[in-house]
């Protein structure tokens, strides 16, 4: 059974940064497609970004393009997620998810094993 820890999140200003990361407990990471998704309150879960198991290919909502960065070490079996000029609505839980199908979608459904989530809170 894979699984999946996240840490990194907390309260940070609006424009601050964090780094997310998301340890996965496999030998190997090498075969996973990795995602990030965020619920904020009274919402549905949303993809974040995602990357392939090589690293080489990445997706983004278009909320987070130009100001989220997605990376991988499998060296390290980690998976990280650079957030900067966070903005208020940026304020949910944040879930990494793990995949074995050759996908870099950002649909929930397609992610079969999940870490329990951790909280991101943007405000002054």
């Known amino acids: 059974q894979l699984q999946l820890v996240e840490s990194g999140g907390g309260l940070v200003q609006p424009g601050g940064s964090l780094r997310l990361s998301c340890v996965v407990s496999?030998?190997?990471?090498?075969?996973?497609?990795i995602g990030w998704f965020r619920q904020a309150p009274g919402k549905e879960r949303e993809g974040v970004s995602c990357?392939?198991?090589?690293?080489?290919?990445?997706t983004y909502a278009d909320s987070v393009k130009g100001r989220f960065t997605i990376s991988r070490n499998n060296a390290k079996n980690t998976v990280y997620l650079q957030m900067n000029s966070l903005k208020p609505e940026d304020t949910a839980v944040y879930y990494c998810?793990?995949?074995?199908?050759?996908?870099?979608?950002?649909?929930?459904?397609?992610?079969?094993?999940w870490g329990q989530g951790m909280q991101v809170t943007v405000s002054s």
């Open positions: 998810a793990a995949t074995r199908l050759s996908t870099t979608s950002l649909g929930v459904r397609q992610y079969d094993y």
């Open positions: 496999k030998p190997t990471l090498d075969y996973y497609t």
């Open positions: 990357i392939s198991s090589s690293g080489t290919r990445t």
